[in-house]
């Protein structure tokens, strides 16, 4: 069944037409305005009122048996899914993105929404302590109990560059939504139908299990008065965001200026440096230029994971690996991005690189009006570490290689770059005792280190950490990938000396919900 998309702000069980700013979707290949519908933005009465729902909401969401919340959250998976090829064609033309690409992203935003259906089920998040009174102590000691529950409710920005797993139903909404917390979207207007498609979908799950109006809401805004007004409520506990370092920025300063300020998790900029180290370069340098190439082109270099920075050391294998990597990178086609904004500051960046009288340019891919032509550089680690714009996000198909004089040059560069969602090496077994001495480096950078892959691909799972230092993130302690996202969204509660029958039942003796929990310091045995 095709859905009829109107343009109109989803407040809790409402659509309402907006009565700010009208906008229009852009198809991002052609740049031309989508005739149908007209979007219009939210005031700030519609911020105010989804916050008020939401926060009203609140309680009664997060009693909800945890069997009625995981089943809610399957449910939006198979609402996300059933809207079948509208989203698809909707999302392809609003992103630019391929089918192949857009059905994979899909099916990896319901599996997001069943992974943390089946955590909730389990009662792990709940991280349920008991230490039992010990009343023959000196001084005796009252019961003590300690469970998480959801902050509140969450405002969540969704992000251009994922317009289905990182965006209305993404990883931000199902792991906030799992902790309980109500949501509030403000939609990205590079997506406005595909978003609208999907909150569509989330309404509808909210009716059929019959949850407050307020668990879901959804705002449209071509500019910044509705995040900024959203992150500045007294209802809003926490925001979830993904995109430039300057969107990110500003909203944690707005979080902090609240007169209650709250946390910002917002995943903002990474160059994810690869190491070239001398064994993996001298035993396959040629598939890893070939490998990279792919990796760094990839949806025209839009992965917050792109391999941005390769680092080396200078000898024949280097320059080898060089010019592979070049001829792979003028051999790439011009490529459509997300939106006219993300392509004029990609190639401002690229200008900025290509100008730059320390950087040498390698390799440009074809050129084409309207489309991000990919570019490869190289610099000297000396005059990265005299510059450290050369080594900032260029976001697209652009990367840069560093060659450094020797390991110690190596090191510098390592502890002078900034935070990083990952660092990769690429290492053969002859490489190991380098790598053991560089890993304390790396892990004080990254939030993920791989070896032999790229990091492009994020598994989402119980091990996933997508985080990392800033400017990775503004909180180097959460990941927005994996079951860990969850904890950005609850907060620790103590009972002490309670009675049983004002308990929780996660916390209650003879353990009712049959979970996991720690007792008196250990593992508690679960009949
Ligand atoms: P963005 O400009 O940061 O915008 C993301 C969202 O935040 C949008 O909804 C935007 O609303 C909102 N926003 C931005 N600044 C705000 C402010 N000061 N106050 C309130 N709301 C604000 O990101 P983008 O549009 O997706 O892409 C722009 C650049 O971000 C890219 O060129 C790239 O460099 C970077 N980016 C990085 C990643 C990553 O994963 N690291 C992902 C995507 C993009 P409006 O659009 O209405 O302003």
Redesign the pocket.
Known sequence: MTIALTGELLIGSQSKRGEGAAFQSIDAASQQAIAQPVFHGALQGDVEKACRIADEAFDSYRALAAEQRAQFLDDCAARVEALGDQLIERAMAESGLPRARLEGERARTANQLRMFATLVRSGDALDARIEPALPERQPPRTDLRFWRIGVGPVAV?????FPLAFSVAGGDTASALAAGCPVVV?????HPGTSELVGRAIQQAVAAAGLPEGVFSLLF????EV??AL?QHPAIRAVG????R???L??VK?AAARPEPIPVYA????VNPNLLLPGALAARGEALAREFAASATLGCG???TNPGLMLGLAGAEFDAFAANAAREFGAVNAGVM??G??LR??EKGVERLAQHANVTTLARGAAAPGRAQSALFKVGARELLADATIGE?V?GPSSVLVECADEAELRAVLRGIEGQLTITLHMEAADADLVRTLLPLIERKAGRVLANGFPTGVEVCDAMVHGGPFPATSDVRSTSVGTAAIERFLRPVCYQNLADSLLPDALRDGNPLAIKRRFAGKPESVN
């Open positions: 920005f969704g992000a251009s560059n403000k939609a990205h207007p590079a805004d071509a500019g910044h995040g900024a992150v965001f993904t995109g430039s300057a969107g990110g500003a909203l707005l995943e903002m900029s990474s839009q992965f917050c997300l939106t904004g993300i500051a990609y996000e976001f």
